[in-house]
């Protein structure tokens, strides 16, 4: 009975030092992009990518391939309640947060190439057609 006790003590304790609110929020996302507006002329080249307005803290979009763009949250992954924690900058294919300093993969799913955060980046549904990016969750 002793050992369940303590046990349950120490559930209780340890399962109340989570921070229950430190993670990227679910918002709904559905964006239509026609690309061939000027204010998007800088994804047509492969390999460039931009910020927009929606999700959490903002959209990165990048240009992967001829037809193929993907979308990430600008949350950073690393205390993203933090009001800091967000993606600032990109160099080349490489996404950072200057609050944590953690860096991002955006050529690779938004895997971390540098932390302390751990997770990827949150990704978004993108579909290309006719002109048209589409950018859902």
């Known amino acids: 009975m002793k050992k369940l006790i303590i ?5 209780i304790f340890f399962s ?4 229950r609110n430190d993670y990227i929020r679910d918002v709904y996302v559905n964006i239509e992009i026609p690309l061939n507006q000027p204010e998007y002329s800088d994804l047509g080249a492969i ?6 307005s929606g999700g959490v803290k903002g959209i990165i979009i990048y240009h992967l391939n001829v037809n193929d763009y ?4 600008r949350n950073c992954s690393f205390e993203p309640s933090s009001e800091c924690a967000y993606i600032d900058s990109i160099n080349a294919t490489i996404a950072s947060c200057s609050c944590c300093e953690s860096k ?7 895997v971390t190439a540098n932390g302390p955060a751990l997770l990827p980046l949150k990704q978004y549904y993108t579909s290309y057609s006719g002109g048209i990016l589409k ?3």
């Open 135 to 137: 950018i859902t969750n």
């Open 47 to 52: 390999g460039n990518s931009i910020f927009i």
């Open 7 to 11: 046990s349950l003590f120490l559930f």
């Open 70 to 73: 993907r979308a990430f949250d």
């Open 104 to 110: 991002f993969l955006i050529d690779q799913e938004g």
């Open 16 to 19: 109340s030092c989570i921070d």
